[in-house]
């Protein structure tokens, strides 16, 4: 098969959609060498040149003479799939190509979240505008949508009317490193100078995080129960949240990570993490939560969306998003030594049956060729 890629995000992104790309397009390598893969991105980079190293992958540029490098990756693109014999174009973050359906390619798009439909507070108007727009179309041309979670499905259909039979379910595998034999190496983490015990947050410091809540459980707790909160995250606090994190980081409380950027640094963090809290008001998906399960690490996580999917019977999971239930639940996690040890095999041996990258891909492959018969 010749398959296209749109590898904006691959290239450009060094975490969420980017790890997606990367770790989609290199698992389909692995399982499938036979098989030529297209990188069409509108812009060069150095971030990522082991995909230009490899003959298995060859990367496209916007011809210098064509338009803009944004209008050849909307619309200019499609002369040249046609001219290099691409069969499959996969857009991976939601978008296609418009006019794709046109063209004798078959057509699949990711789709990873609906969040400015579900919480457009949280968006700026243009952007709501720009992506309800690209979505749509999108959801509108492809002949397969991949949802990256049964709650994702759900809500596309919800929005857009569009068919069931229409969408597959294909979860996101965590990076390589992740399903590897891991061990606790505390010199990886001897810079940051970090507590004994901890819970830790990964995820940035938006609204949508609800950050918010886990400070203010932290609060709550009888002081010999307060543990620091390790953050591992971007962004800019505003509001009540800047004021509780200023107070909590002076009396280091929080300890706010911003740049991990190494895979390794961030499995140490889950493997010597007490829990990962994840209290997020909405997600496509919370990759996280599998992270931590896969690095045997106790889940505490929101109820809601996706969630329950990522950590199946294996989180312990907040019905009420008030600070007194979360830290209520905190504190059952620690008190049960029984239970929590119990609930780390089962997410463990659910994580890599689930999220198993070579089952993944290998479904992955059978929707493109089922679009080729």
């Known amino acids: 098969m010749q398959i ?27 399982v499938a060498p036979q098989h030529h893969y297209h990188l069409y991105s509108n812009r060069l980079s150095a971030t990522y040149p082991a995909f230009d190293a490899s003959s298995t992958f060859v990367r496209k540029l916007p011809p210098s003479r064509q338009w803009s490098a944004a209008w ?17 174009y996969h ?10 359906g046109q063209d004798d390619i078959k057509s699949v798009v990711t789709i990873h979240d609906v969040l400015f439909r579900r919480l457009p507070h949280t968006y700026p108007l243009i952007d709501r505008q720009i992506y309800q727009y690209k979505v749509k179309k999108a ?9 990256i979670s049964e709650n994702t499905k759900q809500d596309i259909i919800h929005y857009y009317g569009t ?61 010999s129960a307060r543990l620091p909160i390790v953050l591992v995250g971007r962004g800019k606090p505003t509001g009540i949240l800047a004021k509780l994190m200023q107070l909590a ?30 209290p997020s008001l909405y997600e496509g998906f919370g990759l996280p939560i599998v992270e931590a399960l896969l690095c045997k690490t106790s889940v505490i996580a929101a109820a809601n969306s996706s969630l329950p999917e990522a950590g199946g019977e294996a989180a312990w999971y907040l019905k009420k998003s008030t600070p007194e239930a979360l830290a209520n639940l905190i504190q059952e996690v620690r008190g049960n030594d029984i239970l929590r040890q119990q609930k780390i095999d089962v997410g463990y041996a659910f994580a890599k049956q ?20």
């Open 4 to 30: 296209g890629f749109d590898a904006k995000r691959l290239y450009h992104n060094t975490t969420g959609l980017g790890n997606y790309s990367r770790t989609l397009v290199q698992n389909l390598a692995t």
């Open 72 to 88: 050849w990756r909307s619309v200019g693109i499609r002369s040249q799939l046609l001219s290099d014999s691409v069969q499959i």
């Open 91 to 100: 857009g991976l973050s939601n978008e296609l190509p418009f006019g794709i």
């Open 139 to 147: 959801c509108q041309q492809a002949d397969k949508i991949i949802a």
């Open 163 to 223: 068919s069931p039979d229409k969408i597959e379910v294909l979860y996101q595998a965590c990076l390589p490193a992740f399903y590897e034999v891991l061990v606790p190496n505390p010199n990886l983490l001897e810079a940051y100078n970090l507590p004994v015990e901890y819970l830790l947050v990964v995820g940035g410091v938006g609204e949508r995080k609800n950050l918010k809540i886990v400070l203010q459980a932290q609060a709550l707790l009888p002081a």
């Open 249 to 278: 980081l002076a009396n280091r409380q929080l300890i706010w990570l911003q740049n991990i950027e190494e895979t390794a640094t961030l499995i140490q963090l889950y493997l010597q993490a007490t829990a990962l809290v994840y």
């Open 354 to 373: 689930k999220f198993d990258p070579t089952q993944l891909t290998t479904q992955l492959l059978t929707l493109y060729e089922s679009l080729l018969r």
